[in-house]
């Protein structure tokens, strides 16, 4: 299966906490081989195989509080 990975702002990320939920709920949906956040840079990197799509992830990070700026 292909990846794909995407770098994203997420400019309400502002403690370890908020890193640790986005990584955890992100984590778990399917089809989702990696996910680093950062507080510092407020950015996080996703990596995802073609059983899940971005939109899929993009309306997780919403329904978490974490929305993606685009």
Same mark, same amino acid.
Request: charged share 20%; proline share 3%.
């Given at each position: 299966?292909?990846?794909?990975?995407? @770098?994203?702002?997420?400019?309400?990320?502002?403690?370890?906490?908020?890193?640790?939920?986005?990584?955890?709920?992100?984590?778990?949906?399917?089809?989702?081989?990696?996910?680093?956040?950062?507080?510092?840079?407020?950015?996080?990197?996703?990596?995802? @195989?073609?059983? @899940?799509?971005?939109?899929?992830?993009?309306?997780?990070?919403?329904?978490?509080?974490?929305?993606?700026?685009?």
């Amino acid at each position: 299966m292909a990846e794909t990975t995407k @770098t994203v702002r997420i400019p309400n990320m502002s403690c370890g906490h908020c890193v640790m939920t986005i990584q955890k709920e992100i984590g778990a949906l399917a089809g989702v081989t990696g996910v680093t956040a950062s507080q510092e840079t407020k950015e996080a990197t996703i990596t995802w @195989t073609d059983a @899940t799509s971005w939109a899929t992830i993009a309306e997780t990070l919403e329904e978490i509080g974490y929305p993606a700026a685009e």
